[in-house]
């Protein structure tokens, strides 16, 4: 079935560790986007690309760094968690911008 | 002024009952809009998107009125399943940047 497959489901991290949230879509779609969703707020943009190898930084960007390297992937990384970033993590694509976006299931990370 | 605004509920109606939602945005640019719903912090779901001309999918009927920057969305025949957040999505013309609402909460009561 396509879409968009997000690991892992969950994780508890110490902070200080190194994180690496996976993204894979077989949409082919041009866009991929990462969000974090946290009570009360709605879902902040971190890092979003166009399209395979470019990327941009979002309304949260600090901590996180992204790489696209091919259409398909999208991988989030934590280089040094933070309690801050516990939060549940979205990825998103979209065939292009301004069309809508389609979602993962979702990671929950917990950072003790 | 935020740039996307929703009333959080949580609106409680009765199966059956016909419920509506509006969202506001600040953007007068904005081109591209759409609603989700959300169960219980899982991922968001399109429920569809909204068009000039106001579009339907079954029960749903989605809005928009550019000259007073809103877009709504109307329920009838509110079913338990209806039950979820309903999120707001405006997206600025041919860019990443999407600004989600935080939600409406909708609990339709049996």
């Known amino acids: ?112 | 002024r935020k740039e996307v605004e929703q009333d959080p509920g949580p609106f409680n109606v009765p199966e059956g009952a016909t419920v509506a939602f509006n969202c506001t945005y600040s953007n007068s640019a904005s081109q591209s809009f759409f609603w989700y719903r959300q169960d219980c912090r899982k991922e968001p779901k399109l429920l569809m998107s909204v068009y000039s001309s106001g579009n339907e999918d079954g029960r749903f009927t989605a809005q928009l009125n550019r000259a007073s920057q809103y877009i709504s969305l109307l329920i009838r025949d509110s079913k338990l399943s209806d039950s979820a957040t309903y999120l707001c999505v405006v997206n600025d013309a041919g860019t990443y940047k999407y600004i989600f609402g935080t939600g409406t909460r909708l609990k339709v009561l049996a």
Not at chain 1, 14 to 21: I, P, S
Not at chain 1, 58 to 69: F, H, I, N, Q, T
Not at chain 1, 83 to 105: E, I, K, L, R
């Open chain 1, 1 to 112: 079935i396509a879409g968009i497959t997000q690991a892992p489901t969950s994780q508890i991290l110490a902070a200080g560790r190194r994180m690496t949230l996976r993204c894979t879509q077989d949409m082919r779609h041009n866009a991929m986007y990462w969000y974090r969703q946290d009570l009360g707020l709605g879902l902040r943009l971190i890092h979003y690309s166009n399209t395979a190898g470019t990327t941009g930084k979002g309304e949260v960007p600090d901590g996180y760094s992204v790489s696209r390297a091919n259409t398909d992937d999208f991988p989030l990384t934590l280089a040094s968690a933070v309690p801050s970033q516990t939060s549940v993590y979205f990825c998103a694509s979209s065939a292009d911008t301004n069309q809508p976006q389609h979602f993962g299931d979702g990671t929950r990370l917990s950072i003790l």
